[in-house]
């Protein structure tokens, strides 16, 4: 094992001991239409790229305003770090803009049910974590 090799393990070791949030992070599958409610209700996901702990936090104090349609929405943009062993499903397919990562545990009981859109996703073979950039709409 290389020094550097070395110093990458002790890395992903620490990163990993800072995920205590819980996430599902998918792609949203086609939405369904319930014909006993009359509402069109989401399907379920179209892939799962991961389950289990990581590290959510925001990126910047800083929120967004845009315009979509008639309402405005605020953005704020979130972290996601998960570990850098996660692999990527079975059908090769990887994570993209417009995915979803859902909070499902926190210590933080504020980001509970959090949902977040997914921005950009970043590789590195040098990284400690898969790391994920998002944003909450609201």
Request: proline residues 6%.
């Amino acid at each position: 094992m290389t020094a550097l090799d070395a110093a990458l393990a002790a890395g992903r070791r620490e990163a990993e001991a800072l995920m205590a949030d819980t996430i599902t992070f998918y792609r949203p599958g086609d939405d369904i239409f319930d014909r006993t409610t009359g509402q069109t209700v989401p399907g379920l996901p179209a892939v799962i790229f991961y389950e289990g702990k990581a590290r959510v936090k925001p990126a910047q104090l800083a929120v967004s305003q845009v315009q979509a349609g008639e309402e405005e929405l605020l953005l704020r943009q979130y972290r996601v770090a998960i570990p850098w062993s996660t692999v990527l499903p079975s059908t090769g397919e990887r994570p993209r803009a417009g995915d979803v990562v859902d909070v499902t545990a926190s210590p933080d009981l504020r980001l509970v049910g959090l949902r977040l859109w997914v921005q950009s996703v970043q590789y590195s073979a040098t990284a400690t974590a898969w790391r994920i950039i998002a944003e909450e709409r609201s």
